[in-house]
């Protein structure tokens, strides 16, 4: 699925991703863990194709160069990542927004478009699971939503989308107990044998809900060490200093 | 420009001797002035003077031998609307068939021309004015709507003013007036919807007066939708009382050069005023708004809310004044005006004044210019849009928010549906 070998990215100079490997197999759940600053989010954006990082290196996406896709069309074949801050679009109706993603990945993928009324019953029948108020869609996206919302609305914009290959960028972070359960399952409930995952997250907690195959250890920009789903409990008692330096 | 002499001026063919003078009193004010200049401090950033003389060469009373029709597809269709058709500025039709006519009044201004009664009632407004346009309309004004609606009647429909131009007009300057009384408790949704023909160009010069009694409600939309070559001039004056509410929404996207002024005297206790607009400007598109609102009593409400588009070379301007004076406490006054420049080549110039004599008033303003938020589009196309659909989606939202605040929800439809027709066309 995906075979990132020795990437660098850095911001004005300034080294964030150095020598960074990872593969990633059809199916398989990753965490990344690690401490702030040692390049979680700047890997996300790297993926999803955010401008502004000088990068080094190769990402091969189902066996083909990623780096020189533009960011729409990484999108377009199953790319996906949920925002550790969903940005606020004054104006554009949640729904009309979804709509016009959703059609615009059909259409690339061959499918037909969707009606309003086909589109709806989806809405309806995805953000239920959700347990997302039907009457947030209609308002403008992410603005006045509260954090916990936001998030969710980021894992509902993933459920309706079905990508390949879903980054989730701290989503666990402003998700209250059963807020964060609800999202563990509709991040479950996409779990099958094509599909991959990418967890970035600080807290073991979200990982008690969602297994992973592989805990990564983040840490000046290269993964310092990989376990099994036992290595974040392990982090959670002994901190990042004392696991990476075992 | 050759100006028109007193003497040819004099044999011009006018029935109202009272009329007559009238005119030659404000010509020959407007021949002292002159169009205005950016000297003048409220036309610091439209040069009207330059665009005149360098385009026009007729200035005279606007007349045509023969009344052409109006071409029906000018009409807006699956919209039911009662309607004031102007061509040229002339009062050619109109049609309250939905309405129960009894307790409408509508009469052409040339008519009233003729009769002594009916000029006697607005020829107050032909009093000389600083403004020089306005002089300069008093002066060769050719024909208009004198219009007004009885106490405690409520439109079932929304009225629409069609303000066509056709070729006669090419080359010519246009002055024409538009007289609203609002009875009353009465309700009036209004739109001035302005429309030319491929290629005419013409300046037209359009003053309109309302009054807006007790308790009535007022909505007024001016569209100026589609792409033209015109120059506009475009001055509403306002006067509000007790509890009224006057709502203006300005839809300036199509001509090449407009200036809409909108006055509003706020009279008595509890009236308000809502004035909210959307520029958006390409190409070489030249577009002013101005605003005045007077709180002359006490309790009353103003707001503005006015978002702009500019793309290549366009110039767009906000002025907007708010007036508070030492009588009106109590007075709740807003404004606030956003800009996104999307081009370098692009200027928006703002320019937002209070004036506060009263002291227990609430009042604020805001003025916000800047490009689109690079992050914003990395979310949109993270979501598989492209960069073109991401940034049109945001502007549509940007501006939306205004279309959001018209109440009237069968005008609202209308107006989004040619916004939105508008935004599709527009390459950015």
């Known amino acids: ?246 | 420009m050759t100006n028109l002499k007193f003497e040819q001026f004099k044999k011009s063919n006018l029935k109202l001797k009272e009329l007559d003078s009238i005119r030659v009193k404000n010509f020959k004010k407007f021949e002292t002035k002159g169009f205005p200049t950016k000297k003048q401090e409220h036309w610091k950033y439209t040069d009207l003077k330059n665009i005149i003389s360098r385009d026009f060469d007729e200035l005279n009373i606007f007349s045509e031998n023969k009344l052409s029709k109006i071409n029906n597809n000018f009409l807006i269709k699956n919209f039911e609307h009662n309607q004031i058709i102007l061509l040229n500025g002339n009062f050619i039709d109109s049609n309250f068939d939905l309405e129960d006519k009894k307790r409408i009044s509508v009469k052409s201004l040339k008519d009233s021309f003729r009769i002594k009664k009916d000029f006697d009632e607005i020829k107050n407004f032909f009093e000389d004015d600083q403004n020089s346009l306005i002089t300069l309309n008093n002066a060769l004004t050719n024909d208009g709507v004198i219009f007004k609606i009885d106490d405690n009647y409520s439109f079932k429909k929304p009225l629409i003013i069609y303000n066509f131009f056709n070729k006669s007009s090419h080359n010519k300057i246009i002055n024409n007036k538009v007289f609203l009384t609002l009875g009353s408790g009465s309700q009036l949704s209004l739109i001035d919807y302005y429309e030319s023909e491929d290629n005419i160009k013409y300046f037209n010069n359009s003053i309109h007066n309302y009054s807006i009694k007790k308790n009535a409600i007022l909505k007024k939309y001016n569209i100026n939708n589609n792409l033209n070559k015109s120059y506009n001039y475009n001055s509403t004056k306002v006067k509000s009382y007790s509890n009224s509410v006057f709502e203006n929404f300005l839809l300036s996207t199509g001509p090449n050069l407009i200036k809409n002024e909108v006055h509003c005297d706020l009279l008595e206790s509890f009236s308000s005023c809502f004035i909210n607009s959307i520029m958006l400007l390409k190409d070489e598109q030249h577009h002013e708004l101005k605003t005045n609102v007077n709180h002359l009593y006490e309790d009353c409400k103003s707001s503005q809310l006015v978002k702009s588009v500019l793309l290549n070379s366009s110039n767009g301007t906000y002025q907007g004044k708010i007036y508070v004076d030492k009588n009106a406490q109590k007075t709740n006054g807003y404004q606030l005006s956003k800009a996104l420049i999307l081009s370098e080549n692009s200027e928006f110039n703002s320019k937002p004044e209070l004036e506060i004599y009263a002291d227990d008033v609430k009042c604020s303003h805001g003025s916000t210019s800047g490009n689109i938020d690079e992050n914003s589009i990395f979310y949109l196309m993270s979501r598989g849009l492209t960069k073109d659909q991401a940034r049109k989606m945001i502007i549509k939202g940007f501006l939306n928010e205004v279309i959001e605040t018209i109440t009237d929800l069968n005008v609202k439809k209308l107006i989004s549906e040619l916004f939105i027709d508008n935004m599709n066309k527009t390459t950015l």
């Open chain 1, 1 to 246: 699925m995906l075979d990132i070998k020795s990437l660098s990215a850095s911001v004005d100079g300034k080294r964030i991703l150095e020598g960074f490997d990872l593969k990633i197999k059809p199916g398989e759940v990753h965490a990344i863990m690690g401490p702030n600053g040692s390049g979680k989010s700047t890997l996300a954006n790297v993926l999803t194709g955010k401008n502004g990082y000088e990068i080094k290196g190769q990402v091969l996406y189902q066996g083909k160069d990623l780096l020189n896709l533009p960011i729409e069309e990484r999108a377009q074949k199953g790319l996906f990542l949920a925002f550790q801050y969903p940005l606020e679009i004054p104006g554009v109706n949640t729904n009309n927004f979804l709509k016009t993603s959703l059609n615009t990945i059909r259409k690339i993928k061959g499918l037909n478009e969707l009606d309003s009324l086909d589109f709806l019953k989806l809405v309806k029948e995805k953000s239920q699971k959700l347990k997302i108020e039907e009457k947030i869609l209609s308002r403008q996206l992410n603005v006045g939503f509260s954090g916990g919302e936001k998030k969710k609305n980021e894992i509902l914009q993933m459920t309706i989308l079905e990508p390949k290959f879903a980054i989730l960028d701290e989503t666990d972070s402003g998700l209250d107990i059963d807020a964060l359960r609800i999202v563990s399952d509709g991040v479950n409930s996409l779990r099958n044998k094509n599909r991959s995952f990418l967890i970035i997250t600080h807290y073991q907690r979200l990982l008690d809900y969602i297994k992973p195959d592989f805990v990564h250890v983040l840490v000046n920009g290269r993964i310092v060490k990989t376990g099994c789903s036992d290595l974040a409990q392990e982090l959670e008692k002994d901190g990042y200093e004392g696991v990476a330096t075992r």
